[in-house]
RNA sequence: GGAGAGAUGGCCGAGUCGGUCGAAGGCGCUCCCCUGCUAAGGGAGUAUGGGGUCAAAAGCUCCAUCGAGGGUUCGAAUCCCUCUCUCUCCGCCA
């Protein structure tokens, strides 16, 4: 939510900000609405103290047993009136709501320019690309002999969902375990376990709702949804709440599943693990004071870009440009993994300064003792996705015959494992 | 799933037959006094959001909010309805 001080007081400003985004919006509309908003609720309210006074005097008359008949008289056309007026003032309220809840987050102002995912730009490049001398396989091929299943996944479930087993599977289980502990241990996050299906009003705050519910699978007996990220139910955590000042930063790392309907993106990506309807992630979550967060950005992304040095994974920082940034998001900056397979960088991580937006919708605010409350401040960023982590380690890790190293810092999570080793080819 | 009880300010908790209740009292917190320090004591203050006034802040003032939404009424924390959540007992169960 944009601060509605900020759109009433100046709304073609806004809109100006917003055209960064490659976003059109008919300010005036706005402006009128705030024009009619600001008389009609005077005139309500106006009308308001003149019921709460008449009903004091009657009160006050019946305490002293005197006939209140005269003093009624009159208050059936007051009725009518503010009854009319309370309406108005709530179908311009409204019209407010629907007007400004799909308007998305102000970009910062060191974001760059541009429009789309070409206009990224591209912040620096950690780690070499590992030369290989022989043909490079992509995770399909390679997971085919080590327990990676489409064929089951499509049987048991449908399309965009794999079956790992036997060392995949604890591969991806060696993945989690890894981050959560770097996280924690080294990085100062509190582990926090989290509903995966969550209500509206979760939803609204963290802006999955009302614009994106496309997105989402709906549970829809029960009225929830299946979280698309751990953002959703951990950030959520201080939705209505007025936080003491001493207690932040509030930083947790959550690893969940997250569900995606991935409509619209019908016909990408549809080979592999990439893009599936459920996928693992370790999250990052972040809930600071307003001048902490541009500093508190830098230092999640750099949590997240841990895991990847730790994985010795080659990867590069991109800062998105304005019109390639998220609903919410005044400032982000993705994490890009090396992938032999197709020979490029893919997204692995979002790391996103939200600053006041979502606080706004969550109402979520902290108190420095003796002062007002103050509305916080929310970050977030995976650390890392794991589905596409395991996907670039086999990648990276794959040797000429198709086994995988297993990355030093995962051994001891494989119960000292070094190698994933393919099945024989199956006689048929 | 069945039966019952409840939801009030940062926390606990009172609100009588609906009337001057944004709400007693306590705790906590802030400031002041007292005190060699600590403890104890005395005094004052202490919900949130919005509107108006103001250059702005302070102040003043108005409106809303006693789980949420609706209703009855001149007037609702108090009465009625619906929903959500919590607790107790029984049943079932990972």
Same mark, same amino acid.
Do not use: K
């Given at each position: 939510m944009i601060d509605p001080k900020l759109l009433r007081s100046d709304p073609e400003g806004v809109a100006k900000i917003l055209k960064r985004r490659g976003m059109q919006f008919d300010w005036q509309v706005l402006r009128d609405c705030e024009a009619r908003r600001k008389a009609v609720q005077q005139r309500a309210e106006g009308l308001q103290a003149e019921r709460n006074a008449l009903a004091k005097r009657v009160g006050q008359a019946k305490a002293r047993a005197e006939d209140v008949t005269p003093l009624l008289a009159g208050q059936e056309q007051l009725s009518r009136d503010l009854a009319a007026a309370q309406q108005e003032l709530e179908t311009i309220l409204e019209k407010w709501r629907r007007l400004t809840e799909v308007l998305p987050n102000l970009p910062a102002a060191d974001v760059p320019d541009?429009?789309?995912?070409?206009?990224n730009v591209e912040i620096r490049r950690v780690g070499a690309i590992a030369a290989k001398d022989f043909p490079v396989r992509d995770h399909v091929d390679l997971g085919d002999r080590l327990g990676m299943d489409f064929a089951a996944a499509a049987r048991i479930a449908g399309a965009r969902f794999v079956v790992l087993s036997g060392p995949l599977a604890r591969l991806q289980r060696a993945l989690t375990q890894f981050m959560l502990d770097l996280h924690t241990r080294e990085h100062g996050y509190t582990e926090i376990y989290v509903p995966y299906l969550v209500n509206r009003d979760s939803l609204f705050g963290t802006g999955q709702l009302p614009k994106f519910a496309d997105d989402l699978f709906h549970v829809k007996d029960a009225g929830l949804a299946l979280i698309p990220t751990a953002e959703v139910p951990v950030t959520n955590m201080v939705r209505d709440a007025i936080v003491a000042g001493?207690? =932040?930063p509030l930083r947790w790392v959550a690893h969940t599943p997250c569900f995606r309907s991935?409509?619209? !993106?019908?016909?990408?990506?549809?080979?592999?693990?990439?893009?599936?309807?459920q996928f693992e992630k370790v999250e990052l979550v972040q809930v600071v004071e307003p001048a902490d967060s541009a500093r508190v950005h830098e230092e999640l992304t750099a949590h997240a870009e841990e895991v990847l040095k730790r994985l010795d994974l080659p990867y590069r920082v991109m800062a998105l440009c304005a019109g390639d =940034?998220?609903?919410? !998001?005044r400032k982000t900056y993705d994490l890009e993994v090396w992938l032999p397979g197709s020979g490029r960088y893919r997204e692995i991580s979002s790391c996103s300064n939200f600053g006041d937006f979502q606080a706004r919708r969550l109402n979520a605010r902290y108190r420095q003792t003796g002062q007002k409350p103050e509305t916080v401040h929310t970050l977030n960023g995976s650390g890392l996705a794991v589905g596409r982590t395991l996907v670039a380690v086999l990648e990276n890790y794959?040797?000429?015959?198709?086994r995988i190293r297993v990355p030093d810092v995962l051994v001891p999570y494989m119960g000292g494992l070094k190698e994933l080793v393919p099945a024989a080819p199956r006689a048929s």
């Open positions: 541009g429009t789309t995912e070409e206009d001493a207690d =932040l991935e409509a619209g !993106s019908a016909g990408r990506d549809t080979r592999g693990m990439i893009r599936q309807h =940034l998220g609903f919410a !998001s794959q040797q000429a015959d198709g």
